[in-house]
């Protein structure tokens, strides 16, 4: 079991770094965001943005990373690659597990430089909040695989798939407290939308992050039990329609 | 001038075939405006009216986004083989070439009419000169825009190279503007490059021909100049370089 889902693991991680000129891109807009916009905020608003803002571009930056998975799985649906991957040595169970946990390591590289600067930019934690930081944004990274998974499974044609993920990027980027707190959307936002950032796993790994470093907002329970929610919810729908879908491709 | 009506008419056609693109800009754009602008308008303490300031960068922000996909368009057409076809129609590479670029300025337009209208009816400009001096302050930037994306994508021929270029100068371009924040607020290296910047002086001529307070605003008369150099040259080297790497029927 474990050999084919590290096996699964190593094709996954090897074809994240072809994306060299995706995450070139994707690197660009978060040291962009941090390092110019945050800055010029910073002298624009009442408090550091600049130090408000560097857990978010780690928490915004995972979520992209981590989405990257869905395109792969959406390629192969339409290519006919799945003929070739049921064709391998491999249980279903490990194919499955093995992207889903390769999709969350790839959103973990990708973000933790990320990490490592908003911690120089705000303050070192001890190593157990390290790790329950690295662990957060696993859980999320995970989930978003299992997200991007599902919707890619889902929606076979690639003009919905870039469609239905450009939505779902706006939404959750722009509905969190990734770019500002919690009360200022209250101010703007209606209920139902204020309930959706407040449940938003963004949100959750943004404010973990805020929580551990700069002990704002407190972390507390609810923020962990909503993040395991989220990603038990999507690891668990992403598996079971990837595992559907790939058999049902080749029909 | 016929022909290049053909073109422009062809790539407006071709633009109103990608219709999950055209979606998903607007959406974009109406969450930057009803979202992201509404929430940092609200912790932003140093202006009074920087939500309609915000707004405003967004339109010419999405503008700039959407004239800059003429160059993706051409590596399309290059990876399908569309190039030689273009080369063998009766048409002079600089009729293909302006026609072109004349066509992203005006897609964009196209495009972003229902926003623009929507928010100027929002903020009451009904003035026809204002709406017209900032119609012709969008379109000059865009054309130039296109002029930029053409010589790009044929000046790099590498589809990697032009994606990259591309995602840098979207990243960097639009921060180190004045489309999000004034000049006045950003510290001094940012506000030199912001000067070299096409897209500072875009989005604050659109500013001030919607009448917003001038005290954040650039020249306008130096951002009249250069827009105009910025399209002429864009444009000429586009035209000098499409003839030049395309010339004898082949792409790479």
């Not at chain 1, 395991?228 to 879908?245: D, K």
């Not at chain 2, 912001?194 to 875009?202: G, V």
Request: a positive charge; proline letters at 4%; charged letters at 15%.
């Amino acid at each position: 079991m474990i050999h084919g889902v590290l096996a699964v693991l190593e094709h996954d991680l090897r074809v994240f770094f072809k994306y060299r000129f995706t995450l070139a891109g994707l690197i660009s807009m978060n040291l962009a965001d941090l390092l110019i916009m945050a800055v010029v905020y910073t002298r624009m608003v009442s408090f550091n943005y600049f130090q408000f803002l560097a857990p978010g571009v780690t928490a915004t930056g995972l979520f992209a990373a981590a989405f990257l998975i869905g395109r792969e799985v959406n390629m192969e649906t339409r290519r006919g690659y799945n003929e070739y991957l049921l064709s391998l040595p491999l249980r279903r169970s490990e194919l499955v597990l093995g992207r889903v946990t390769a999709g969350g390591l790839r959103g973990i590289i990708y973000a933790t430089p990320l990490l490592i600067l908003a911690m120089l930019i705000l303050k070192f934690p001890t190593p157990a909040q390290f790790g329950l930081m690295l662990f957060a944004m696993y859980l999320l990274s995970m989930g978003i695989s299992g997200l991007a998974i599902s919707l890619a499974v889902a929606l076979r044609s690639f003009e919905r798939f870039t469609t239905a993920r450009s939505l779902l990027y706006l939404l959750l980027i722009f509905c969190s407290t990734v770019f500002y707190p919690l009360a200022v959307l209250r101010e703007i936002l209606p209920g139902s939308l204020i309930l959706f950032a407040q449940l938003n796993p963004l949100s959750a790994v943004a404010d973990l992050i805020r929580g551990y470093l700069i002990g704002v907002p407190p972390v507390t329970t609810q923020s962990w039990t909503e993040l395991l929610a989220f990603s038990g919810i999507f690891i668990m729908a992403g598996a079971g329609l990837y595992r559907v879908a790939i058999e049902r491709s080749v029909q | 001038m016929t022909k290049i009506l053909l073109v422009i008419e062809r790539d407006l056609r071709s633009m109103v075939q990608q219709k999950s693109i055209l979606l998903m800009r607007w959406f974009y754009a109406i969450i930057q405006i009803g979202i992201f602008g509404l929430a940092i308008s609200r912790i932003v303490t140093v202006m009074q009216d920087y939500y309609t300031y915000y707004a405003m960068g967004v339109i010419v922000m999405t503008m700039y986004s959407v004239a800059i996909y003429t160059g993706y368009e051409i590596y399309d057409e290059a990876d399908l083989g569309y190039t030689e076809y273009l080369l063998s129609i009766p048409l002079t590479r600089r009729e293909l070439v302006l026609g072109r670029s004349l066509a992203g300025g005006i897609r964009s337009l196209v495009f972003m009419a229902p926003i623009i209208a929507g928010f100027m009816f929002l903020i009451g400009i009904v003035d026809p000169l204002r709406v017209g001096m900032a119609i012709v302050a969008l379109f000059g930037f865009t054309f130039g825009v296109s002029g930029l994306s053409i010589t790009l994508a044929v000046g790099l021929r590498s589809g990697d190279k032009f994606d990259i270029i591309m995602g840098a100068l979207d990243a960097f371009i639009v921060r180190l503007s004045s489309a999000l924040y004034p000049q006045a607020f950003m510290p001094k290296p940012i506000a030199i490059l912001s000067q070299f910047n096409p897209l500072t002086y875009a989005s604050d001529l659109f500013r001030w021909s919607l009448n917003f307070n001038t005290h954040f605003l650039a020249n306008p008369v130096t951002s009249v100049v250069v827009l105009i150099i910025f399209l002429t040259t864009f444009n000429v080297a586009g035209i000098a370089i499409y003839e030049r790497n395309l010339e004898g029927g082949t792409w790479r």
